[in-house]
């Protein structure tokens, strides 16, 4: 079945470090591919996504490109702040709305 | 501005209370809504599907006669955990899918404890 591998966090940054958190998955269709990111105490933010294969999906300076010979979806960002402090989630979905979320990666920034 | 409201936010109450979570679809009427779990540290738990008009389908190992799943209308579905326990304490959020290649929309959360 379909699932989405996620590396272990925590993941402790010093300011305007580079990020990497790696995401795999295993589908048996042509997913559609997501991250999100939850803040402390709160709901779940789409923070970007892809469609098919080559897409990379980017926002507020993060980044992930949809690689489908590696199944996979890393997000990365050249530069994190302490306000980037969050657990993040890779997601799935591949037909009707079924997603599939990783454990979530959880993300310190110090100053 | 949010698209997917969800109510209350956090709750606190004896065990054996029942407990009614909200969750309102705001820009558009959803036929479809989500009802997640989470765990403190792990990843969000799907344990339902809220179909409007009709009996929620709940995931594997999820009660549903203590998850009680009401989706009486395009923009309102509810879950209510009954005679609530200790061990039902978690982080609820609900979330409504747009279909095709778009992303769900999630409210919130409402944080459970029971005492």
């Known amino acids: 079945g379909d699932s989405v591998t996620q590396m272990e966090g925590p993941v402790t940054l010093s300011e305007e470090a580079f990020l990497t958190i790696n995401c795999t998955y295993t589908?048996?269709?042509?997913?559609?591919l997501f991250w999100y990111v939850q803040y402390p105490g709160e709901g779940l933010q789409l923070l970007l996504k892809?469609?098919?294969?080559?897409d990379k999906g980017s926002n507020k300076g993060f980044e992930a490109t949809y690689r489908k010979e590696t199944t996979s979806f890393h997000l990365e960002k050249g530069s994190v702040q302490v306000s980037d402090s969050a657990v993040y989630f890779c997601?799935?979905?591949?037909?009707?709305?079924?997603?599939?979320f990783g454990t979530g990666t959880s993300l310190t920034v110090i100053p | 501005g949010a698209v997917v409201s969800q109510h209350p936010s956090r709750v606190i109450c004896k065990s054996g209370t029942s407990v009614k979570i909200e969750c309102r679809s705001l820009d558009f009427q959803a036929t479809t809504m989500f009802w997640y779990r989470q765990f403190p540290k792990q990843s969000l738990m799907l344990m339902a599907t809220s179909n409007e008009g009709s009996k929620a389908t709940y995931e594997q190992g999820v009660e549903k006669d203590k998850f009680l799943i009401n989706h009486a209308s395009l923009t309102l579905s509810t879950l209510t955990v009954t005679s609530a326990h200790p061990e039902d304490s978690s982080f609820y959020i609900c979330?409504?899918?747009?279909?095709?290649?778009?992303?769900?929309?999630f409210g919130d959360g409402t944080r459970l404890s029971i005492l």
């Open positions: 997601a799935l979905r591949e037909t009707g709305n079924q997603f599939y």
């Open positions: 979330s409504v899918g747009v279909g095709g290649n778009q992303p769900q929309h």
């Open positions: 589908a048996t269709g042509y997913p559609s």
């Open positions: 892809a469609t098919k294969a080559d």
